[in-house]
Nanobody, 118 residues
């Protein structure tokens, strides 16, 4: 699975961005898709995830960020509202596939930079 992330940019605090992650194959068959972020010098952390009909976001972005999917377009979105400077990071899309043997394959997109100015 190839993942192409886009939509990052520079925005002022309080602004909004929508990130897109386009997959090279149908996302219906994927076990999950999610967004992670990594700030300089920090580890990569989960932001939001979708699996089947379920979605979830981490507490630090709850009420501001939401994840959605368009199966027909094989794309997952991360809508980010009320952005804060601490949201500045490179955002990565990740997909997981469960194999017939029960193993989990993980695929990463190239990342898109989000910078929030104060």
């Amino acid at each position: 699975v190839q993942l192409q992330a886009s939509g990052g940019g520079l925005v002022q605090a309080g602004g909004s961005l929508r990130l897109s992650c386009a997959a090279s194959r149908s996302i219906d068959s994927l076990n999950s898709m999610g967004w992670y972020r990594q700030a300089p010098g920090k580890q990569r952390d989960l932001v939001a995830i979708t699996s089947g009909e379920n979605t979830d976001v981490v507490d630090s972005v709850k009420g501001r960020f939401s994840i959605s999917r368009d199966n027909a377009a094989a794309t997952v979105y991360l809508q980010m509202n009320s952005l804060k400077p601490e949201d500045t990071a490179k955002y990565y899309c990740r997909a997981t596939v469960r194999t017939v043997l029960g193993l989990t394959q993980i695929y990463w997109g190239q990342g898109t930079q989000v910078t929030v100015s104060s």
